[in-house]
């Protein structure tokens, strides 16, 4: 496919909402203030593990401005919540799990007269002893934070996923190199510049409308239907500018959600809670911790022969997305490699360490810190260059992955390594860093490779519908339930619109995500609008034409194969342009219906969970990324100088869309590799803003590349696959890679901060409760 | 305790009576609807609520509303003027500076804090001064390529 062949698919353009952006326009949920608004606020536990022995909320209506007061007693099922895992409540119901969990929650007029109505309110919790450490989760003795199970395993136990292939051991025997280390990474904060939001609004059917910053508002509105006992047709979720969110934005906001609407519906009055940043650190989930233990066995000559992936997963205190980010994890636990033999599994398990949900990457990130640096400690003891190590072993068009799955398409890893190996000027710089002798500062390069499944995998159903429809103005009005919190997903509609269409992208307006304008389509996650919707706009793109098509042959009096398109216009044989908005118009006067919809669904999948083996996902990304690195040997800084990074993206539709998520995404990988760490001391988090909880600023940003490797991918449009979350994964390894080179020093637990660059380890500090207890009682 | 202020707000003298330990963020916002200045930590820590104070850029989450009583105030509100985006506006849509766009109206005013004064900045002063407003989507590269863009052509 050329290029040539397309007016707007790859071609410049700007995001469609940077106009209200720039102008200050925008509304996010926290810039609404309703008349006749109360403000919300929740009581959070500031233990960790305590059962509720009493809670009398009456007192808080005592309290001068508070309207209504809530708990767990407010709804169905004490609004009993969870997906894939129902062991959530809206609202604490007998237990509390983690420090920062809502408990109840006040609405009153204002901010302060909410917090006095939480602090009056007589909650008294019998603490329990807790679990902290995943890797003694399991004990016999270990205290009980999860159900009973009805299979009795461990209630600590919350799944385990695994991939098989062969029998490693039997090969690891064979094999004359043999690596295996563990591997650490810690929590991390999702840092959304705007913090967890809802705003509820009583309508006068008794339902309910609710603004809410989340990632997919179908899901919202499901959680409320069933804890609220609402008529479907009385609820409806609109999602207005989400200010960042990169996986995080999904069940602590669904709670939130609940909260607000069934305040509303008690006050009979709109209701709105905006998270402080303090309780936002403290009540949010985070990225997992991961604890890997990896055993590579390769032959003399760099042949990679067998890999065992055995690993825990922290999820804190409830599920949430924990069990589908291990299964996401043990799919590219081993790499993008060709193995003989595989075992992988790893176990998700309760602790009492916050809780853990989806965040960008999902599994991935941390399975590719892992494998990554194994695989390059392993090229070290071969001997072997680590791009040379990686080329030699990589998945290429045709191999088998240790999943079991043929790939027959769109592989570009090799293209991709070639790629950064030649603009990072790889081959010098190994030579010439490799002879430092300073003591002081030394440089150092590394890279990362990295595959990512496309969109849902065999996690579940995987289709999306969009709906377009032409407005009495002429222009084109289009609705995805796949919904932009930053990344650009409008921008990619409008394009594909105006593409298949043939019109301006100036016509073209997506409105914002709404359950009662757009059609469910499943979450917004996994990287999977540009495919999923996309594909979906274009179908309802193509309908729609198809029906211009033939009230312009109508019009010009000959069949439709022979109308033409100059700009806008429709050309017949006789080659007098008549305009879009006439061929709009006859097409009225036709009777034609000027809207459709647009389905698309995932080829279908397979995965058995129990033999570990399958087709995971229906597509691959592959990626590469290097880094450069100064380290003052002295004090253990790194400062990344450069990275390089070439994605197998399929086609891009909006380059500078593309871009602007690789450029953010190796920057959150920065941040995860060398400063970012949510530390839980027994269970109370140690940063609860931005003072402690440091991400990188302008000033620790590198000079970054890119490169698009476009593969044509063909269930994508046009060729396309995904970006969002790869862009971020391979970007740690390959800077701690670099450390290593640059220094000698292996960093196997995140992040590689001053002390463990400096002196190998994390200098022990013991923790506190105090910034807890203080930030979820201020502002 | 309420005490009245009178500030020039994006070139209008507007008066209120402020509580005197609200924030000028908060009454912005709450008592004056001007809401592109953002409450991201209300700690002086990601900039998200930087407006230009006497053409200074502060973080309004740290000025006490009564500290602001007779300054002159302009936020992100008053850039554009008669439908022409301020020229940093301009840039920042063509550089794509803008993901999730919680950051932009405080990198915006913290940009023209930094031209007004130093007109033509190196890379690293536009980073530096730049610091103090997080960003968490974008990498930040193309808000300083976008400020660059904007120096060079001195047209701020
Ligand atoms: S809100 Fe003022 S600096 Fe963050
Ligand atoms: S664009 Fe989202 S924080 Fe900057």
Redesign the pocket.
């Known amino acids: 496919m050329s290029d040539l062949q397309y007016k707007y698919i790859g071609k410049p353009a700007d995001r469609v909402d940077a106009l209200e952006k720039v102008t200050g326009a925008a509304k996010y949920v926290g810039d609404y203030y309703l008349p006749d608004m109360l403000y919300a606020r929740a009581l959070r536990s500031e233990l960790p593990h305590a059962r509720i022995k009493h809670l009398d909320t009456r007192p808080a209506l005592n309290v001068p401005g508070v309207i209504a007061v809530i708990t767990s007693e407010d709804f169905i099922d004490h609004g009993r919540f969870g997906f894939p895992v129902k062991d959530h409540f809206a609202l604490a119901f007998e237990k509390v799990r983690y420090v920062g969990q809502a408990i109840a929650a006040v609405a009153a007029e204002t901010p302060e007269a909410a917090l006095n109505g939480v602090k009056a309110i007589i909650c008294e919790l019998e603490p329990l002893p807790g679990v902290f450490d995943m890797d003694h989760a399991l004990d016999p003795d270990a205290p009980q934070v999860g159900f009973e199970r009805e299979d009795h395993k461990h209630p600590n136990f919350l799944d385990m996923s695994p991939v098989y292939k062969g029998d490693p051991d039997e090969v690891l025997k064979d094999c004359p190199v043999v690596l295996h280390e563990e591997y650490r990474t810690v929590h991390q904060e999702h840092s959304y510049l705007e913090t967890e939001g809802a705003l509820a609004i009583p309508t006068s059917d008794g339902g309910v409308t609710v603004y809410c910053n989340n990632q997919s508002p179908f899901i919202t509105k499901g959680n409320l239907v069933a804890v609220l006992g609402l008529d479907p047709i009385k609820v409806r979720v609109i999602q207005p500018h989400v200010g960042g969110s990169f996986g995080g934005k999904d069940d602590l906001n669904y709670l939130t959600a609940c909260q607000v609407a069934a305040l509303a519906l008690k006050a009979k009055r709109p209701v709105r809670m905006t998270f402080s940043?303090e309780e936002s650190m403290i009540a949010s989930y985070k990225r997992d911790a991961m604890h890997m233990r990896i055993t590579l066995g390769a032959d003399k000559d760099g042949t990679l022969r067998a890999c065992k992936a055995i690993h825990t997963l922290d999820s804190g205190a409830y599920s949430s997305q924990s069990p589908f980010t291990a299964w996401r994890a043990s799919i590219h636990a081993m790499g993008a490699y060709r193995y003989d033999a595989v075992k992988v599994e790893v176990t998700s398990v309760y602790t009492n360490n916050g809780f853990s949900g989806a965040f960008r990457g999902f599994g991935n990130t941390e399975a590719c810190f892992g494998i990554e640096s194994a695989i390059d400690e392993l090229a070290e003891k071969l001997g072997m260059d680590p791009i040379d190590f990686r080329l030699k072993n990589c998945l290429r068009v045709g191999d088998v992955t240790p999943h079991g799955q043929k790939l027959t398409e769109s592989v570009g890893l090799v293209e991709c390594l070639e790629t950064v190996r030649k603009l990072s000027d790889w081959d010098r710089k190994r030579a010439e860093y490799a002879r430092q002798t300073s003591q002081d500062t030394r440089c150092g390069i590394g890279v990362a490779v990295l595959f990512h499944g496309t969109s849902l995998g065999a996690e579940g159903v995987d289709c999306a519908t969009n709906t377009i429809e032409i407005l009495p103005d002429y222009s084109v009005a289009c609705a995805s339930g796949l919904t932009d919190y930053g990344q650009g997903p409008r921008t990619v509609y409008t394009l594909i619109t105006a593409e298949e269409l043939g019109i301006s992208p100036e016509r073209v307006r997506i409105l914002l995500a709404d359950t009662d304008t757009a059609i469910d389509s499943g979450p917004t996650v996994a990287s999977r609008s540009t495919i999923l919707a996309g594909n979906a706009m274009r179908v309802a793109a193509q309908t729609l034409a198809r029906t211009l098509n033939f009230a312009a042959a109508d019009m010009l009096k000959c069949e439709p194969q022979r109308v033409m398109r100059i700009g806008e216009a429709y050309v017949g044989p006789n080659e007098e342009p008549v305009s879009w908005e006439k061929v709009v118009d006859h097409a009225r006067s036709m009777g034609l219906v000027l809207s459709a919809h647009g389905k698309w669904s995932a080829p279908e999948i397979h995965w058995d969970h129990h033999k570990g083996t399958g087709t995971p996902y229906f597509g691959y990304h592959f990626a590469a990324q290097v880094a450069e690195v100064q380290v003052d040997l002295r004090i253990g800084k790194t400062q990344v100088l450069n990275i390089w990074a070439a994605h197998d993206t399929g086609k891009v539709i909006f380059p500078q869309g593309a871009l602007g998520q690789v450029y953010g995404g190796i920057t959150q990988g920065l941040g995860y590799a060398l400063m970012e760490e949510a530390i839980y001391a027994d269970g109370y988090l140690q940063s609860v803003n931005?003072d402690t909880y440091l991400i990188p600023t302008s000033m620790d940003v590198p000079d970054m590349t890119a490169r698009f490797v476009e593969t044509n991918f063909s269930p994508g449009p046009y060729g396309a696959k995904n970006i969002a979350e790869p862009a971020m994964v391979p970007t740690a390894p390959a800077i701690v890679n670099a450390i290593y080179h640059a220094t000698g020093k292996r960093i196997r637990v995140l992040p590689a901060d001053l002390e463990r660059v400096a002196l190998g380890k994390s200098l022990h500090k013991r923790g506190s409760p105090v910034s807890c207890k203080v930030g979820l009682k201020v502002k | 305790m309420l005490h009245e202020i009178t500030l020039t707000v994006n070139g209008e003298q507007r008066t209120v009576a402020v509580k005197s330990h609200h924030t000028l963020?908060k009454v912005l916002r709450e008592q004056l609807g001007i809401t592109s200045?953002?409450?991201?930590?209300?700690?002086?820590?990601?900039?998200?609520?930087?407006v230009l104070m006497n053409g200074k850029a502060v973080?309004?989450?740290?000025v006490l509303a009564v500290e602001a009583d007779g300054a002159v105030i302009e936020t992100v509100e008053n850039l554009s003027k008669e439908g022409e985006l301020h020229p940093l506006q301009q840039a920042f849509v063509e550089h794509n500076a803008i993901q999730c766009g919680f950051c932009t109206p405080?990198m915006i005013m913290s940009a023209k804090g930094l031209l007004d004064r130093n007109p033509h900045p190196t890379v690293d002063e536009v980073k530096e001064a730049l610091a103090?407003n997080?960003c968490r989507c974008t990498g930040y590269i193309r808000i300083v390529d976008a400020v660059m863009d904007v120096a060079k052509k001195g047209d701020a």
């Open positions: 940043r931005f | 963020l200045p953002k409450i991201g930590c209300e700690n002086g820590e990601c900039g998200a609520c930087t973080n309004s989450c740290l405080g103090g997080l």
